[in-house]
């Protein structure tokens, strides 16, 4: 079984920062394309930051410059820092792991950006 488990999510003011992780069992990081997506109400999953298994990062004009994301292969986990939260990144974080043949999601953690 595989298993995607996200945290860190929560309530944080506009200007603030959050880290998220992603913790993997089952599979090794290292091995996949990992990505967090996001999903705001109404609106459809979008991607917001995805690493290689080179370590190549890329992300969306939206939010480059105030995401990064990271991988430490020893705890097989991904992060997401976030820094300069402004309230439009209010959504959903899901974590994505694909491999050839298979992709895993997991059940989403929330980010609330309000004063």
């Known amino acids: 079984q595989v298993h995607l488990v996200e945290s860190g999510g929560g309530l944080v003011q506009p200007g603030g920062s959050l880290r998220l992780s992603c913790a993997v069992s089952?599979?090794?990081?290292?091995?996949?394309?990992m990505g967090w997506y996001r999903q705001a109400p109404g609106k459809q999953r979008e991607l917001v930051a995805s690493?290689?298994?080179?370590?190549?990062?890329n992300y969306p004009d939206s939010v480059k410059g105030r995401f990064t994301i990271s991988r430490d292969n020893a705890k097989n986990t991904v992060y997401l820092q976030m820094i300069s939260l402004k309230p439009e990144d209010t959504a959903v974080y899901y974590c994505?792991?694909?491999?050839?043949?298979?992709?895993?999601w997991g059940q989403g953690t929330q980010v609330t950006v309000s004063s």
């Open positions: 994505k792991f694909s491999a050839p043949g298979r992709v895993y």
């Open positions: 690493i290689t298994r080179s370590s190549i990062t």
């Open positions: 089952g599979e090794f990081v290292n091995i996949a394309l």
